[in-house]
């Protein structure tokens, strides 16, 4: 994943639309990059972790952090939410129900238009780049107290919620991981196979992604498929051995 040049496509499609000039691209990259503004940021918010990158200036790789930034920059702008729902094409309803919500679900396109809206360029680096910075380039460190974490709205995902999520993204990944190695014929290596893929996941977790929340995923996806993995062989070798 390209972690500069996709933003920056996305923002020059959806700033032209907003100007009401779209720009011409060829046919498979204009399908393309809809297909990516109609993604769940969340999504695309853990590839970005996946590729060692995150948006400048945010805390995390989470769709909060992208929209705290967002709210940061409109309250240094000191423009209305009004304002900015006109500006970016989007409804004020909806503005105001994003920057307030705790766990907000928005897609990449809704996020890019309010960056257009505010004239920001979301710039994605490297996160260890983003780390040697002195200086942040949206939050002043005499930050005001309308931008802090504990009066955004923002509140930790309860033990509950965080439960029930990791157990379906488990319970997901190996029933899904069970079924591809049978259609390729159910053969061990296929089980290998995805075993490895598994265990990768767990490294690249582990090393490369820092927002606790991606993390924990990365971890659960990695078990699912190491799970699917150990029961499609104990099951080939238990039917090898009747």
């Not at 942040?136 to 995902?157: H, I, L």
């Not at 582990?206 to 499609?232: C, K, M, N, Q, S």
Request: some cysteine; aromatic content about 4%.
């Amino acid at each position: 994943m390209n972690c500069s040049g996709e933003i920056q496509q996305l923002m020059g499609y959806v700033r032209s639309t907003v100007a009401g000039a779209p720009v011409e691209f060829d046919v498979i990259d204009q399908r393309a990059i809809k297909a990516v503004l109609r993604q769940p940021l969340e999504t695309w918010l853990l590839k970005l972790s996946l590729s060692g990158c995150k948006i400048r200036g945010t805390k995390g790789n989470l769709p909060r952090d992208v929209l705290a930034l967002i709210e940061a920059v409109r309250v240094g702008m000191d423009m209305s939410k009004q304002e900015l729902a006109r500006r970016s094409g989007i409804s004020r309803g909806h503005v105001h129900e994003l920057l307030a919500d705790p766990e907000p679900r928005p897609h990449v396109e809704t996020v890019v238009r309010l960056a257009v809206g505010l004239d920001h360029v979301l710039e994605v680096v490297g996160i260890k780049e983003d780390r040697l910075d002195d200086a942040d380039p949206v939050m002043p460190r005499s930050e005001s107290s309308a931008t802090r974490p504990e009066n955004s709205g923002w509140r930790p995902t309860s033990p509950e919620t965080s439960g029930w999520r990791h157990a379906t993204t488990f319970s997901g990944t190996m029933f899904g991981g069970s079924v591809l190695p049978m259609l390729l014929g159910g053969h061990p290596a296929a089980y290998a196979g995805l075993g490895l893929v598994g265990a990768a996941t767990v490294g690249v977790g582990a090393r490369y992604i820092d927002e606790p929340r991606h993390r924990e995923t990365a971890y659960f996806i990695g078990a699912g498929l190491i799970g699917a993995a150990v029961f499609g062989l104990i099951r080939g070798s238990g039917g090898g051995t009747r």
